[in-house]
């Protein structure tokens, strides 16, 4: 093995919310998610880095952790790995220690820790930015001598940021001998916690460190934003502001896409014979997948406040706010992070658990994460808003984005009281964990804000143009085969097998008022819910007149349904498990069938259960 | 574990973090307790004679609590704090 070849294995240790994953993205050019709370990285991640001597690094990414005790299972990922334990993975033959510059005591007394384990180390003060402008001041030098390792300052969030981590792993030596595993390694005991902390106070008085006082604006910041009132108020007020932004600001870029995706299906009649090619693009592509597309603004609106959210601080703050409501149902205060993030997409939520010590606990957040609405629900809502709810405004108030918020509320409602019902049925213990640290403000960083939208519009529209177009194809095939008998009077989908299956269906499905168009547009809604969306529009394509075709999906529910059905079909999706990729995870995080089968049992039952009772009540209300 | 059970274990004149009020600062004496809880409060800085300074508290049971600790700051539930005895 010469050194142009040879790998070295680098593991990137360090507490929580450090800049890890910023560096490890710096390096390998990796897009791994990155914000400003705890938890974020919940397994390990492998990167492959070649430095510009062409030596390469395998760099692995670890969640985050205190110490190499661990209390919660990502925990327990770092620890492993560092010593070597993990099945197939080669011990790492180098730590890079990452310290956030502004909270070097922790950092120190962990790196302590980490030297034990006997592997050559390099100590990162990364954030080196926010430092040097508030005022931190360490003699690095005295540092590197006092600890026997390399201190190097960095910055991950600016290109060229890690330079100087580059060039001293250049320096180490790649080891001929393969690291051992650590036998003789021993769990540290509280005596030695306690003697670490006082080690590194020592050592930070030996390389002249000294912290500038807490920022009198942070300090006001966070008296009013962690007041029990003012403080609920803002969060109040932010959540509903985010809400009508999604509704109000989208309009004119979805008209926009609207009017092109219109054209754009008239081009093709124009243009094609009629046929079934001409019916499978217009009826199928076009109008499935284009009716997907039309919610981009509104999902790249939300995602561009989330991503802002998420970098600045304020999250952990909420889950201070709210951690009274989660404890009073017998959730972990850990449960915020893992439920805020469902909120995007269930699966990073479910996965995010993983932070939450206590088992029962973790399993109820767990079975609950689905009922937070993900952004793939958001074009089955906004459609039927845009359907149902007329354009009114109330002062300040949009009551389409009143609408929206109810129903994000709904889910949030009734996922704290089914935690309520799984701690009256399995009690527990009251002492849930919260112990979460909270970050410092921080100013989004508006490069990675554009990148992370980015990121997300692409996501977004490969799967309009991968599953979602694939799901449209199929679906038109089975909504126009077989063709119907001659003599036939209803439109030719109703003789299709998707048509006959829809009226199979909807025999169960009438109680709850939905029509079989809405059965057949359930079922490709399984593999992903916005194909929901995507498969009513190829539905009303494939049955309607020549007029219904050239009308937006939203005016031609409107005009079929009735506000009983809309308003059923929307109580239908704040509960119903319509996610296979969900399940998969569920199945994956607890070990077995017995939880994704629960949680789609469950699901379902409130579904209906909600379907029914909204449409019974507008009915008798609405007349 | 209870606060009753805590009670036990500290010399009973001991004042806990709870009886601050938001805004007082203290140096914490010792955490109770020997448990997964106990030992992650001292990991994250809770040691004998760091300097301890509440910074918010939630109505409408002082619960949970914001804790400025060696310059950084945890949110702790109110049974995570019982454990801090201070001076
Ligand atoms: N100003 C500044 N922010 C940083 C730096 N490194 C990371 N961040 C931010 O710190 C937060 C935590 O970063 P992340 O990589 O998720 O930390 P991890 O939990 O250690 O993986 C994010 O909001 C980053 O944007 C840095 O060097 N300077
Ligand atoms: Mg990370």
Redesign the interface.
């Known amino acids: 093995m010469n050194a142009e070849t040879a790998e070295l294995r680098v593991a990137f240790v360090g507490l929580p919310n450090c800049g890890k994953t910023a560096l490890f993205n710096r390096l390998t050019g990796s897009r791994q998610k990155v914000a400003n709370y705890p938890g974020v990285t919940v397994e390990r991640k492998e990167g492959v880095f070649a430095a510009p001597s062409g030596r390469r690094y395998r760099l692995l990414d670890l969640p985050g952790t205190y110490s190499l005790k661990p209390t919660t299972l990502d925990e327990a990922i770092t620890r492993d790995v560092a010593l070597g334990r993990v099945a197939q993975e080669p011990r790492p033959e180098t730590i890079v220690l990452v310290a956030d510059a502004t909270h070097l005591p922790l950092s120190l007394r962990l790196a302590l820790e980490v030297r034990r384990l006997g592997l050559p180390m390099v100590m990162v003060l990364n954030m080196s930015d926010v430092a040097r402008r508030r005022g931190f001041a360490i003699d690095r030098e005295a540092l590197s001598r006092e600890l026997g390792a390399p201190v190097i300052e960095t910055v991950a969030t600016r290109s060229g940021g890690a330079d100087a981590l580059i060039a001293e792993l250049e320096r180490l030596a790649v080891p001929t001998q393969p690291a051992l595993v650590a036998s003789a390694w021993q769990e540290p005991t509280a005596e030695d916690v306690t003697a670490t902390h006082a080690e590194a106070a020592r050592l930070l008085e030996l390389s002249g460190y000294r912290e500038p006082l807490r920022s009198r604006a942070v300090a006001v910041a966070d008296r009013i934003l962690m007041n029990p009132l003012s403080g609920m108020l803002i969060l109040a007020t932010l959540l509903f502001f985010v809400f009508q932004a999604v509704f109000s600001w989208a309009a004119w870029p979805m008209d926009l896409i609207d009017a092109g995706v219109t054209a754009l299906a008239e081009l093709v009649r124009g243009a094609l014979p009629e046929g079934p090619l001409r019916s499978l693009l217009a009826d199928g592509v076009i109008a499935g997948v284009g009716s997907v597309i039309v919610f981009l603004p509104q999902i790249v609106i939300l995602f561009a406040f989330i991503l802002a959210l998420e970098d600045s601080g304020y999250l952990p703050r909420a889950a201070y706010l709210l951690d009274r409501v989660m404890g009073s149902v017998g959730l972990s205060g850990r449960a915020f992070i893992p439920l805020l993030s469902s909120f995007a997409c269930a699966i990073p939520g479910i996965m995010a658990t993983r932070t939450i010590p206590n088992l029962r606990d973790r399993i109820v957040t767990i079975l609950v994460a689905p009922l937070m609405t993900c952004s793939a629900r958001l074009p089955v809502y906004a459609l039927l808003i845009a359907a149902f709810i007329p354009q009114r405004e109330f002062g300040v108030f949009n009551l389409q984005g009143l609408v929206l918020f109810v129903l994000y509320f709904a889910g949030v409602a009734s996922a704290l009281l089914v935690a309520w019902v799984a701690k009256l049925i399995a009690g527990g213990q009251n002492n849930h964990l919260l112990m979460l640290e909270l970050p410092d403000y921080q100013w989004p960083n508006w490069r990675n804000l554009a990148l992370g939208l980015w990121e997300k519009t692409r996501v977004f529209l490969a799967r309009a143009g991968g599953i979602i177009l694939a799901l449209m194809v199929l679906l038109w095939f089975l909504s126009t085969y077989p063709a119907p008998p001659v003599g036939a009077t209803g439109a030719a989908i109703e003789y299709s097998f998707a048509g006959q299956l829809g009226k199979a269906l909807a025999v169960v499905l009438a109680p709850i008022g939905f029509n079989w168009q809405i059965a057949i547009a359930l079922i490709p809604g399984l593999a992903a819910r916005e194909v929901a969306v995507g498969a009513l529009g190829t539905v009303y394509a494939l049955s309607g007149d020549e007029e219904a075709v050239t009308t937006a999906l939203s005016s031609v529910i409107a005009s079929e349904w009735g506000l009983p059905t809309g308003l059923a079909l929307l109580a239908w999706y704040v509960f119903a498990p319509q996610c296979l990729a969900t399940l998969a995870v569920v199945r994956r995080e607890t070990n077995g069938w017995r939880y994704p089968l629960l949680m789609l049992v469950y699901l379902f039952a409130l579904a209906y259960l909600a379907a029914f009772v909204t449409y019974r009540v507008t009915l008798a209300v609405a007349g | 574990?209870s606060s009753e059970a805590l009670q036990d274990a500290a010399p009973p004149e001991s004042r806990r973090l709870t009886a601050l009020a938001v805004g007082e600062r203290a140096r914490v004496a010792l955490v109770l307790a020997?448990d997964?809880?106990s030992?992650?409060?001292?990991?994250?800085?809770f040691?004998?004679g760091a300097f301890i300074e509440v910074?918010?508290s939630?109505?409408p049971?002082a619960?949970?609590l914001?804790i400025?600790v060696?310059?950084?700051?945890?949110?702790?539930?109110r049974?995570?704090a019982e454990r801090i005895v201070i001076t």
């Open positions: 574990m020997d997964p809880i030992r992650r409060l001292i990991e994250v800085g040691v004998p910074i918010a939630m109505w049971a619960d949970p914001a400025r060696g310059g950084s700051t945890f949110a702790l539930r049974h995570e």
